[in-house]
T-cell receptor
Framework: DQQVKQNSPSLSVQEGRISILNCDYT??????FLWYKKYPAEGPTFLIS?????DKNEDGRFTVFLNKSAKHLSLHIVPSQPGDSAVYFC???????????FGQGTILTVHP | NAGVMQNPRHLVRRRGQEARLRCSPM?????VYWYRQLPEEGLKFMVY????????ESGMPKERFSAEFPKEGPSILRIQQVVRGDSAAYFCASSPPRSAMNTEAFFGQGTRLTVV
């Protein structure tokens, strides 16, 4: 039962262009969403988050959009840089505050 | 200010042996979480602990797995009688009181367990 899905296993983007990573969820009890970035052999690093009462949150080059009616969120990276190449996970939190449900991840490759 | 420290980074165990994974949270953090990442998958929640208390263990397998976070010392994830399917990366995260898993939670670098 995959409650958080990232349907694109990989994404390849040219440096300077926009990267758009997508995430869908099925559980309407999720009220807080986060994006993590992960390099090989390292732990996930927090990037940006959004509460369900908002539809957009921006932090520098990173913007997260939330469409509650569609149960869809996306992460926009503008402009993309080669150092952004990593695996990106979306995660959702529901009523159990200690528990995040993660998607499978999307491998982003930014070409110089 | 050191981050979340996990050790060992790599652990090899033969089938049937015990594996002990340790996690020292960030200074001032009293909440610890354990997640497991199987190959080609996302992270899966296992357990959420506060000092001397298990808050949510809904993700823990019913047998062979246990976790503790004593008053003194690191949190320990213990796997008894390991099997090949236990091979995975195990990540620990910690957060300050009243913050749970939100922007103030930080992950360690993980322990990669290989069962041979």
């Amino acid at each position: 039962d995959q409650q958080v899905k990232q349907n694109s296993p990989s994404l390849s983007v040219q440096e300077g262009r926009i990267s758009i990573l997508n995430c869908d969820y099925t559980n309407s009890m999720f009220d807080y969403f986060l994006w993590y970035k992960k390099y090989p052999a390292e732990g996930p690093t927090f990037l940006i988050s959004i509460s369900s009462i908002k539809d957009k949150n921006e932090d520098g080059r990173f913007t997260v959009f939330l469409n509650k009616s569609a149960k869809h969120l996306s992460l926009h990276i503008v402009p993309s840089q080669p150092g952004d190449s990593a695996v990106y996970f979306c995660a959702a939190r529901g009523t159990s505050y200690g528990k995040l449900t993660f998607g499978q991840g999307t491998i982003l490759t930014v070409h110089p | 200010n050191a981050g979340v420290m996990q050790n060992p980074r790599h652990l090899v165990r033969r089938r049937g042996q015990e594996a002990r994974l340790r996690c020292s949270p960030m200074k001032g953090h009293s909440h610890v979480y354990w997640y497991r990442q199987l190959p080609e998958e996302g992270l899966k929640f296992m357990v959420y602990l506060q000092k001397e208390n298990i808050i949510d263990e809904s993700g823990m397998p019913k047998e062979r797995f246990s976790a503790e976070f004593p008053k003194e010392g690191p949190s320990i994830l213990r796997i008894q009688q390991v099997v090949r399917g236990d091979s995975a990366a195990y990540f620990c995260a910690s957060s300050p009181p009243r913050s749970a898993m939100n922007t103030e939670a930080f992950f360690g670098q993980g322990t990669r367990l290989t069962v041979v």
